[in-house]
């Protein structure tokens, strides 16, 4: 029985999803991107398509490289720290294998790529994400090939060693976020400190629309204070529960039913935390409450 053409789309919509939110870091502007190629999708006559998977995939990216390009001078001009939108992950289990599909998912590594250029960002994740050849990546950009293999080699050079997105074990991370529910429960942070990194960075995203530190902070001699004075008074009445955010663990700030922080982490070669991300704008929490499937075979993301 042959497809319709809203069957072919629906089949795709969650790769297109993953690929979208990779690139652009925020659901609303993914949505659209999915959205947009649904329309453009509609207009075509799908006997003319020899691939339709492949055809999907070049009209998404194209999209989304559109709206980087767009958003990138908001972005610079952004109150305090951007940091992508979090996510409520749940992942399937993955294989060895596909391990760097979740990886590309944390909050440090889509962060990292906000380094490149779109059509870095692009040929990037498509050759080391994806596993798409340079042929194909070439189709998709409408480059040529080897102008494909100098945007992944620059790609490369600008992310830098950091590429390896080496985690520790969850245990490891469950150990991290423990210690980091009771220096905010208790105003002692002995525990957290010996797992934080000597240069460890603190970055919130507020967005300009709630209380937050817009600088970010470094080190632990910065980032302990500020979890124990004025974390942990902060959120003294509120509740802190532990979830998959992004592929990995991590943490919410719930107040009344609603989500009003997440945390996320990011890690050294030495397993001990590097990064923490507070996201604090509410615009970017209003989908943390609906858990996306990631699946971590293809990385296709799935609202639920």
């Given at each position: 029985m042959q497809q319709s053409q809203t069957d072919m789309f629906e089949k795709a919509s969650p790769y297109l999803m993953g690929r979208a939110y990779r690139l652009l870091g925020t659901v609303a502007e993914a949505e659209d991107a999915v959205q947009d190629t649904y329309l453009k999708w509609q207009a075509v006559n799908p006997s003319d398509i020899r691939n339709a998977e492949a055809w999907l995939t070049t009209c998404c990216t194209n999209i989304c490289l559109d709206v980087l390009k767009s958003v990138r001078k908001s972005r610079t001009d952004y109150v305090g720290p951007w940091l992508p939108e979090p996510l409520h992950t749940r992942t399937e289990e993955t294989p060895e294998e596909h391990l760097m599909l979740t990886s590309s998912l944390t909050t440090a590594f889509l962060l990292l790529l906000e380094r490149l250029t779109p059509k870095e960002r692009a040929a990037y994740l498509l050759y080391e994400i994806f596993d798409y050849s340079y042929a194909?990546?070439?189709?998709?950009?409408?480059?040529?090939?080897?102008?494909?293999?100098?945007?992944v080699s620059r790609a490369k050079r600008f992310v830098g060693q950091e590429t390896s997105r080496a985690a520790?074990?969850?245990?490891?991370?469950?150990?991290?976020?423990?210690?980091?529910?009771?220096?905010?429960?208790?105003g002692k942070a002995g525990k957290l400190e010996s797992l934080l990194s000597q240069s460890i960075e603190l970055r919130a995203d507020s967005g300009g629309k709630v209380i937050a530190v817009r600088e970010v902070l470094?080190?632990?001699?910065?980032?302990?204070?500020?979890?124990?004075?004025?974390?942990?008074?902060?959120?003294?009445d509120l509740k802190t529960e532990i979830s998959e955010i992004n592929g990995s663990p991590g943490m919410t700030v719930v107040h009344d039913d609603d989500v009003i922080a997440s945390l996320s982490f990011g890690y050294s070669e030495e397993g001990k935390a590097q990064d923490i991300f507070?996201?604090?704008?509410?615009?970017?929490?209003?989908?943390?409450?609906t858990p996306i499937q990631h699946d971590g075979h293809n990385g296709a993301l799935t609202q639920h």
């Open positions: 194909d990546i070439a189709g998709t950009l409408e480059m040529q090939e080897a102008g494909c293999r100098k945007l520790p074990s969850n245990a490891q991370q469950m150990t991290l976020l423990s210690a980091f529910q009771e220096a905010l429960k208790t470094s080190g632990p001699s910065e980032i302990i204070p500020f979890i124990t004075e004025i974390l942990a008074v902060a959120w003294q507070i996201m604090r704008n509410p615009d970017k929490l209003k989908h943390i409450l």
